[in-house]
T-cell receptor, first 115, second 110 residues
Framework: NAGVMQNPRHLVRRRGQEARLRCSPVKGHSHVYWYRQLPEEGLKFMVYLQKENIIDESGMPKERFSAEFPKEGPSILRIQQVVRGDSAAYFC?????????????FGPGTRLTVL | EDQVTQSPEALRLQEGESSSLNCSYTVSGLRGLFWYRQDPGKGPEFLFTLYSAGEEKEKERLKATLTKKESFLHITAPKPEDSATYLCAVQGGGSYIPTFGRGTSLIVHP
């Protein structure tokens, strides 16, 4: 079984450029979550999506950040006009809505470096 | 607001020296408590989900237990390959978003 896949694994951008992070969930999972992790800090929730719907984006900055999970294809986290403070590891997780508690399975992450 | 506190922040053990990691939590209506292992430069790897007080789950040298206020991850006779950061998270009633603790960094010396 293929787990959660993320690409690219490493991404380098200059200030002001755009970053696009992609996530393919576990086959059959229709819930996707994005998290951000800084060194020595915990996982911080950003956004929760189902196919074609944003369910909760309370952890995502209102400016420059957006996320989508289209009917076909991977989920995408988009960061426009990146700044150095956006440098972090971004993790995607997916879950199966049929379970009583939403056990999340994580991808390997994308490490974004902003120069 | 759900809260998760993990202790200790860091733990050094000798190979074979058993110990426990603690996860204290406050949540409104627990739906699930999760344990993950995270190796440097990698994503969290799922270990266990516990649903109710009194529940226990085991996997190799790891055993997770749950009470109404805390969970323990017991590590029996650890090996160097058990070295990692262990993360605890809780999911409360009415929320799909788990709250994560900051983790316990475990180093097992040969």
């Amino acid at each position: 079984n293929a787990g959660v896949m993320q690409n690219p694994r490493h991404l380098v951008r200059r200030r002001g450029q755009e970053a696009r992070l992609r996530c393919s969930p576990v086959k059959g999972h229709s819930h996707v979550y994005w998290y951000r992790q800084l060194p020595e800090e915990g996982l911080k929730f950003m956004v929760y999506l189902q196919k074609e719907n944003i369910i909760d984006e309370s952890g995502m900055p209102k400016e420059r950040f957006s996320a989508e999970f289209p009917k076909e294809g991977p989920s995408i986290l988009r960061i426009q006009q990146v700044v150095r403070g956006d440098s972090a590891a971004y993790f995607c997780a997916s879950s199966d809505p049929g379970q009583s508690a939403d056990t999340q399975y994580f991808g390997p992450g994308t490490r974004l470096t902003v120069l | 607001e759900d809260q998760v506190t993990q202790s200790p922040e860091a733990l050094r053990l000798q190979e074979g020296e058993s110990s426990s990691l603690n996860c204290s939590y406050t949540v409104s209506g627990l739906r699930g408590l999760f344990w993950y292992r995270q190796d440097p430069g990698k994503g969290p790897e799922f270990l266990f989900t516990l649903y109710s007080a009194g529940e226990e789950k085991e996997k190799e040298r790891l055993k997770a237990t749950l009470t109404k206020k805390e969970s323990f991850l017991h590590i029996t006779a650890p090996k160097p390959e058990d070295s990692a950061t262990y993360l605890c998270a809780v999911q409360g009633g009415g929320s799909y978003i788990p709250t994560f603790g900051r983790g316990t960094s475990l180093i097992v010396h040969p």
